[in-house]
Each structure stands twice: as C-alpha cells, then as structure tokens.
C-alpha cells in the first residue's frame, strides 16, 4: 500500500522530559510543508475524536441501545452527539483550563444557576463546574478519586438537565420566579 512517512519531534524539551517523537504513515501525499502538517494536524485531533466516541458509548450507552431501525438509531446518536460534545468541551475545559471563568464551560446561563443552587456554593471556575456536575453523577470528590469518568459526567448531566427542564415548566406555569 503506498503511503507517505511523516516523522514529527520536539527540538527543544525541559530538563528531564523525554522529547516526543511521532512517525506517521498517511494515505494522502506529504510532499510539501503544508501536506505534511495536515497529516500531522489530523493525527493530534485523532486523540479528540477517540474521547469524543468514548463519551457516546460509555457515557452515553449509545451501544446498549436497543433500537430496531437505522432511523431510530441515527435519530437517538443524533441527539446524544449534542450532550457528548457538551460533557467533552466541560471534561477538556476543566483539565486543560480549569481556572478560566465558570460561562466558559459551555453550560447555559439557566444551567449554571441550577447547578450552582443545588450545589449549595459558588461556581467561579469551570473546574468548579466540573467537579459540582460530577457530584450530581455521584462522585464523592475525594481527593485520590481524580477526575470524574464519563459516565459519572452523564448521569449529572441528565440530573442537571431535568432540574432545569423542572424550573422552567414552573416558570412557565408562573408558580415561582
């Protein structure tokens, strides 16, 4: 099978750290600069894309369904692609960020008030929103418990999202503010 070899490595590293070396076999030409830096480009957004699948079948169960047309499926994976790329944008934002500004973690406004009531403390930090998200799933947020895991991030999603479904039917029926 033709194929291009592109090697990629770190010239300069710290003290101590073992500099990254990748060689990359693509499919597509790598003639140039720039063909090798899309190969390169598409293999370090593979890591994403790989999170992003784990998120829709552990998190989500999208392999436990148990739908009986290619329509009811592509229609159920449609909508639990939106809830995956919200839990990856809050997980990714929380490691790699996770001292940016709590809007910032992809929540709505109405969200983030809910979660931040039910918690019982403020929500500053998206890691903060994380961490109150997770609690919601079921982690106990010790400190050897490390970051929570997909499917913890899910089920505090869907407590979440039905806590705010729950106040805004109430606002609709104009009961309370």
Same mark, same amino acid.
């Given at each position: 099978?033709?194929?291009?070899?592109?090697?990629?490595?770190?010239?300069a590293?710290?003290m101590?750290?073992?500099?990254? =070396?990748?060689?990359?076999?693509?499919?597509?030409?790598a003639?140039?600069?720039?063909?090798?830096?899309?190969c390169?480009?598409?293999?370090?957004?593979?890591?994403?894309i =790989?999170?992003?699948?784990?998120?829709?079948?552990? @998190?989500?169960? /999208?392999?436990?369904?148990?739908?009986?047309?290619?329509?009811?499926?592509?229609?159920?994976? /449609?909508l639990?692609?939106?809830?995956?790329?919200?839990?990856?944008?809050?997980?990714?934002?929380?490691r790699?960020?996770?001292?940016?500004?709590?809007p910032?973690? @992809?929540?709505?406004?109405?969200?983030?008030?809910?979660?931040? @009531?039910?918690?019982g403390?403020?929500? /500053?930090?998206?890691?903060?929103?994380?961490?109150a998200?997770a609690r919601?799933?079921?982690?106990?947020?010790?400190?050897?418990?490390?970051?929570?895991?997909?499917?913890?991030?899910?089920?505090?999603?869907?407590?979440?999202?039905?806590?705010?479904?729950?106040?805004?039917?109430?606002?609709?029926?104009?009961?309370? @503010?």
């Amino acid at each position: 099978m033709p194929c291009a070899v592109v090697r990629v490595w770190e010239v300069a590293t710290p003290m101590g750290v073992e500099p990254l =070396e990748w060689i990359l076999l693509c499919d597509a030409p790598a003639d140039s600069w720039a063909q090798a830096l899309a190969c390169v480009q598409q293999y370090a957004s593979r890591w994403l894309i =790989e999170e992003y699948h784990k998120a829709l079948k552990s @998190g989500l169960g /999208a392999e436990r369904l148990q739908l009986e047309t290619a329509a009811g499926l592509m229609a159920a994976i /449609a909508l639990m692609s939106v809830v995956a790329v919200r839990l990856l944008v809050l997980r990714e934002g929380a490691r790699r960020q996770p001292l940016a500004p709590a809007p910032e973690a @992809g929540l709505e406004a109405l969200e983030l008030e809910v979660l931040q @009531g039910k918690g019982g403390r403020p929500l /500053a930090t998206v890691g903060a929103v994380a961490l109150a998200l997770a609690r919601l799933g079921g982690h106990l947020n010790r400190r050897q418990d490390g970051l929570p895991g997909w499917q913890t991030l899910w089920r505090g999603m869907t407590t979440l999202l039905t806590l705010v479904e729950g106040v805004r039917l109430s606002r609709h029926l104009g009961q309370f @503010g």
